[in-house]
């Protein structure tokens, strides 16, 4: 075999590898839960907090409200800027 022709089967199974994991990603994609905890008893200090959630919001949707809601409802206030 020439030096070309192990360079090119290198290449091929890399891209083997490349595929397959493509394809595993596909059939089973990583689902992340909803990111924020809901154990009252981490937050009982932030109560009395304000924050600010600062964003272009353009547009503006569901998650943005997602965000604003759980905000409130941890800190108490949550002001969109």
Do not use: C, Q
Request: no cysteine.
């Amino acid at each position: 075999f020439t030096m070309l022709h192990h360079i090119l089967l290198a290449a091929a199974a890399l891209f083997g590898v490349f595929t397959i994991l493509v394809i595993y990603r596909l059939i089973r994609p990583t689902v992340l839960s909803y990111p924020w905890p809901k154990d009252e008893d981490e937050y009982v200090g932030d109560k009395g907090k304000k924050v600010i959630l600062a964003g272009s919001y353009n547009p503006p949707h569901y998650g943005h409200l997602a965000m604003l809601a759980y905000l409130a409802e941890r800190y108490g206030e949550a002001i969109a800027v």
